[in-house]
């Protein structure tokens, strides 16, 4: 299997490409720290992460994954 971002080969028991994996438990595990500061849905998140010129390419590509997918 390929990973549905990028097309490269999955890790093994994963659902993404190594760097789209890294970039997945980033995403979530900085998703749960905004969460205790500011009360933001994971949509809101996700946008606001998008935006920001620090985030990386690979972060950038997996939530323009998520939009795509669940019509965010
Ligand atoms: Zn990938």
């Given at each position: 299997m390929d990973c549905p971002v990028c097309g490269r080969p999955i890790i093994e028991n994963g659902e993404y490409c190594?760097?789209?994996d890294e970039a997945n438990s980033n995403l979530y595990s900085s998703y749960e720290e905004w969460k205790k500061a500011l009360p933001i849905s994971w949509i809101e998140?996700?946008?606001?992460?998008?935006?920001r010129k620090e985030t990386g390419k690979?972060?950038?590509e997996l939530i323009e994954y998520f939009r795509t997918i669940k019509s965010l």
């Open positions: 190594k760097y789209h998140y996700l946008i606001e992460v998008e935006e690979w972060v950038k």
